[in-house]
């Protein structure tokens, strides 16, 4: 019996599930490299260099927005991990092959998600492909092939992905370019200007992580934490002490930003999809649906129920296990016909 993979490809994190083992690769989809040509490290090894590393050692996410940005260390990095998991589980070659993408995105840039993985050294028997919000939805516990209508958010890391489905199917879907990433800007962006200080891209998650609310906090529920930086006159280091008042206003608005998608992508729902909706409420995934009080901003904005999934960044890896164990789901994950593999 042939052995299958799903791959999650997201921009943060690169993730593997085995068919009856479940996720057996989980890490930072990143990779560092030397002198411009030379890999010395990948997935939590490289993310550890982020932010410190010298000028001659490039540290580099290589999908961006949802899509695969630089295909050639992409590859590399694949490669690399295929070859890790080789020593643990076997040989790959022969495999077959399912990789998540998502819907809102155009055919070509669909059919570099196969043919990265049709393309790497161990020459897999096939590749097929799993629209990113039915895999999400999945892992959510969803029944996406009943004739009920389901809403997913997947607010991922560059990315937030907003879906209604169907019967097995897409009926909306829309991708806006508002993320973790953007959040973790915000927060950059806003220390330096209250506070003249620079911080790095790991301290303002530290801060969205322990900080992040989704509405005003309370004056007696108001939490601080310390972080250093450098200061902007200076250029010594120091330490400030931020506040969750602060944080809430400085991502205020890319939040709202993503509620007036969720709200239009609702008014163009077809009437009998939106009954279904009202019953069962939206589905929050991704890794920051955590965000303190984001169940309470949705359900104010959109007045419905709001599911926060209780294992948000894990979802469509797990619904790919769904895809690959369960002979039901088989028929989600489709060969692109227009795919191209190595001889």
């Given amino acids: 019996m042939s052995k299958i993979f799903g791959i999650d490809l997201g921009t943060r994190a690169l993730k593997i599930y085995k068919k009856n083992e479940g996720v057996i690769y989980d890490a930072k989809n990143i990779l560092a490299i030397a002198d411009a040509n030379r890999i010395i490290a ?3 090894e490289a993310f550890e260099m982020f932010g410190k590393a ?3 050692i490039e540290v580099t996410y290589p999908v961006k927005f949802g899509v695969i940005a630089d295909i050639k260390n992409m590859q590399s990095l694949l490669n690399l991990v295929f070859d890790e998991l080789e020593k643990t589980h076997g040989k790959l070659n022969g495999s077959e092959f399912i990789v998540t993408a998502p819907t809102d995105i155009t055919e070509v840039e669909k059919k570099a998600f196969i043919d990265l993985v049709a393309n790497t050294n161990i020459k897999p028997k096939k590749v097929r492909i799993a629209e990113r919000p039915i895999a999400d939805a999945l892992g959510a516990g969803l029944h996406v092939t009943d004739a009920a209508g389901v809403m997913v958010v997947d607010i991922g890391a560059d990315t937030t ?3 209604v489905l169907s019967l097995g199917g897409i009926v909306l879907s829309k991708m806006i370019p508002i993320g973790g990433n953007k959040f973790d800007e915000d927060i950059i962006s806003n220390v330096k200007k209250k506070y003249n200080l620079f911080i790095g891209n790991k301290t303002a998650e530290v801060i969205k992580v ?3 609310t989704a509405v005003a906090p309370e004056e007696g529920a108001i939490q601080t934490i310390k ?4 200061d902007v006159v200076s250029g010594l280091p120091t ?3 931020i506040d969750s008042s602060f944080v809430y206003e400085a991502i205020r608005e890319h939040l709202h930003n993503i509620v007036d998608s969720v709200k239009m992508i609702l008014e163009h729902t077809p009437p009998e999809i939106a009954s279904d909706i009202i019953d069962s ?3 929050v995934t991704g890794g920051s649906a955590k965000i303190h009080n984001l169940k309470e901003l949705l359900s104010t904005e959109t007045e419905l129920d709001i599911n926060i999934c209780e294992d948000s960044a894990n979802t469509v890896a797990l619904g790919l296990g769904k895809i690959i164990e369960n002979p039901e789901y088989d028929s989600l994950a489709y060969v692109l ?3 191209t593999y190595k001889d």
């Fill in 42 to 44: 990948i997935g939590d």
């Fill in 239 to 241: 330490e400030k002490e």
């Fill in 54 to 56: 010298p000028s001659n």
């Fill in 210 to 212: 322990n900080l992040a």
């Fill in 227 to 230: 972080v250093f930086g450098r």
């Fill in 281 to 283: 409420g939206i589905y």
């Fill in 337 to 339: 016909k227009q795919a």
């Fill in 161 to 163: 992905e907003i879906s």
